[in-house]
């Protein structure tokens, strides 16, 4: 079956950078994209970004983009997010997203558990 | 950018009754890339409907997508209690997703 499954718990300092990981297992890895997806406490879903697992291709929100970089390793089936200049505001919850592996194409059809990273000085 | 409007805010309905939620997009969206996805405390979103009403794999016929345009609509025909949670809506646009600011759905 299909798995996601998500690093541990991050606590940073402002500034810092984290880099999250997310590996998946079940099926072929480079025929699927993957989407990362935060939601701060108590707060919506907020898409960060896309990267195929086929060729590495990426396409990042206008929101993050600069901040964060997401690569893809195949011999692992794992993807990576890496965020930099770490703020309060990036507190969240981190999920790794199946995704489209031509394109982002918003079909989710499965989920990471999450990674929660908490940014406090 | 496309912005998702979800209404209402919160929805309290008891088990056995419909529930319609409504996601209303800033400008016409292709029907082909509007989701719905259902999350409850401490887990992961789960993809209920993708391309405006094909329900995803596993998912009861209970839920229903439809809509087009700017107008789209989540109905859960009868709530069973596991279906009280938070529903958003996504848009897939020009090299962008968008997520709605979610619908509650809560006990009466």
């Known amino acids: 079956q299909v798995q996601l499954v998500q690093s541990g718990t991050e606590v940073k300092k402002p500034g810092a950078s984290v880099k999250v990981s997310c590996k998946a297992s079940?099926?072929?890895?480079?025929?699927?994209?993957f989407s990362w997806v935060r939601q701060a406490p108590g707060q919506g879903l907020e898409w960060m970004g896309w990267?195929?697992?086929?060729?590495?291709?990426?396409n990042y929100a206008q929101k993050v983009q600069g901040r964060v970089t997401m690569t893809a390793d195949s011999s692992t089936s794992t993807v990576y997010m890496e965020v930099t200049s770490l703020t309060s505001d990036d507190t969240a919850i981190y999920f790794c997203?199946?995704?489209?592996?031509?394109?982002?194409?918003?079909?989710?059809?499965?989920w990471g558990h999450g990674t929660l990273v908490i940014v406090s000085s | 950018e496309i912005v998702l409007t979800q209404s209402p805010g919160t929805l309290s309905l008891s088990p056995g009754e419909r529930a319609t939620l409504s996601c209303r997009a800033s400008?016409?969206?292709?029907?082909?890339?509007l989701a719905w996805y259902q999350q409850k405390p401490g887990l992961a979103p789960r993809l209920l409907i993708y391309?405006?009403?094909k329900r995803a794999t596993g998912i009861p016929d209970r839920f229903s997508g439809s809509g087009s345009g700017t107008d789209f609509t989540l109905t859960i025909s009868r709530l069973e209690p596991e279906d009280f949670a938070v529903y958003y809506c996504?848009?897939?646009?020009?090299?962008?997703?968008?997520f709605g600011p979610g619908t509650k759905v809560d006990i009466k």
């Open positions: 997203a199946r995704d489209g592996v031509i394109a982002a194409a918003g079909r989710f059809d499965y």
């Open positions: 079940g099926y072929t890895f480079t025929s699927h994209g």
């Open positions: 990267i195929s697992a086929y060729n590495g291709n990426t």
């Open positions: 400008q016409s969206v292709s029907s082909s890339y």
């Open positions: 391309g405006s009403s």
């Open positions: 996504q848009q897939y646009d020009n090299s962008r997703i968008v």
